[in-house]
């Protein structure tokens, strides 16, 4: 094997911001109630579960994040529900450049924290008040609730050099 590809837990981690700029609640009508996670997009497509079809979405290829949510009350607090966590490790097999082999490690383990939130026009901040570094940002555009995180994906060579970084951009759907 040539290189390694780790990917983290999915488990959310937010960080504090100001509530100077946030939009008054009327506004944000449309960001309360329960969002599921929907996609967790990679910008390489991946054949985990072998099926002969690579997909940008894990979701598609693993069934470890199910039942990921996260409810929005007007009190400007977030209820995130995780049934599960992940740890995915990619090798590229030696003198090849898209052999892939997936070692996919499930924690099914349920979790909730209350974060707090705030928002300016389409952009949520998600914040963790024991943390002091950025929010959490993500942009909410109709039902739907997208995060980038960049650089999240991370494959190493032999000597755990960075070879290439990628974004992950994951997505909530506004349930009903």
């Not at 929907?38 to 979701?59: H, K, P, Q, S, V």
């Not at 939130?117 to 901040?125: G, P, S």
Request: net charge negative; glycine share 2%.
């Amino acid at each position: 094997m040539k290189k390694i590809l780790l990917l983290g837990c999915l488990s959310i981690i937010l960080i504090s911001c100001s509530s100077d700029d946030s939009v008054p609640l009327s506004e944000t009508d449309d960001l309360l109630g329960l969002w599921k996670l929907t996609e967790w997009n990679t910008e390489t497509a991946f054949d985990i579960n072998n099926d002969g079809i690579a997909n940008t979405n894990l979701l598609e290829e693993i069934d470890c994040l199910d039942n990921e949510t996260i409810t929005f009350n007007s009190s400007n607090t977030a209820f995130v529900d995780t049934s599960s966590s992940i740890d995915i490790e990619v090798f590229v097999e030696t003198g090849t450049t898209d052999s892939f082999v997936f070692d996919v490690d499930c924690d099914f383990e349920t979790d909730s924290f209350v974060l707090n939130w705030n928002r300016t026009e389409n952009q949520v901040f998600l914040i963790e008040e024991d943390f002091e570094d950025e929010p959490l940002i993500a942009q909410i555009d109709g039902n739907t609730l997208t995060f980038t995180l960049n650089d999240a994906l991370v494959v190493y060579d032999d000597n755990f050099e960075v070879e290439f970084t990628e974004d992950f951009t994951i997505v909530y759907t506004k349930q009903e």
